[in-house]
């Protein structure tokens, strides 16, 4: 079996507008559900708030406050009007990551492309954002402060490249991590299989053990890391907006 072939995009009903392809695909039917499953938590969560909150309140006061104390202490105090927005973003990738560990599902934070629109989407916000606060002293983030102006001409250039490959180190990170796991994953149940179908069913049970046991732990971690990486890019997205409104 291919451990590829999981992350392969496949159409569920082909569009075509002027010879481009607006096909709606299985990666494109995961977001959905994400974003469906992300909505009806919230919604049946805070439909009958009450001051003494029930199992659904619970879990989205949790969340919400998870992420308010995440943007409080990565970007202070003042960025506190984008917490929906980095808790759209958290929720959004955690949501891909955990649904990409049920057999069968599509992990679409395993795609580069899905990851770096991301990306992008981040960038762009705290970049405009940078400029309609500071405006053009925003480029003054380009050169720390207490750095000689002699070094100018060295420190900008080497600042915007960092600065403008956020998107790529951002977004690589998330999706290589998610596809080398679920790659594993796929591997060592591979390995099961193929030890039952060469030697035999009650031998090939013994040799499939140690796959098996070895692909629990590494399900257990991969789980650890789904949520990890979302944690991760919700704090470098923190992060990115601190830079934006304080500019260091």
Known sequence: MDPLH????????????GGIDFSFTNSA???AIAVVLIHSLLVIGMRHAAMVPGRMQSIVEILYQFVARMVH????????PYVPFVFAVFTFVLFGNLLGMVPGFFTFTSHIIVTF?????????????????HGLHFFSLFLPTGAPL???????????????TRPISLS?????????GHTMLKVFAGF?????????????????FGPVV???ALTAFELLVACLQAYVFAVLTCLYLHDALELH
């Open 214 to 216: 070895i692909n629990v």
């Open 29 to 31: 039917f995961a977001m």
């Open 73 to 80: 202490d990565n970007a202070g105090s003042s960025a506190r």
């Open 192 to 208: 099961s299989v193929m030890a039952i179908g060469a030697l035999g069913e009650f031998p090939g049970l013994l040799a499939a």
């Open 6 to 17: 999981q992350f392969e995009i496949l159409p569920i009903a082909e569009i075509a507008i």
């Open 150 to 164: 002699a070094l100018a001409p060295v420190i900008v250039p080497l600042e915007m490249i960092s600065y403008l």
């Open 172 to 180: 690589v990170r998330l999706f290589a991590n998610m596809m080398a």
């Open 117 to 133: 629109g991301l990306a992008t989407i981040v960038i762009t916000f705290v970049t405009v954002l940078g400029f309609v606060k």
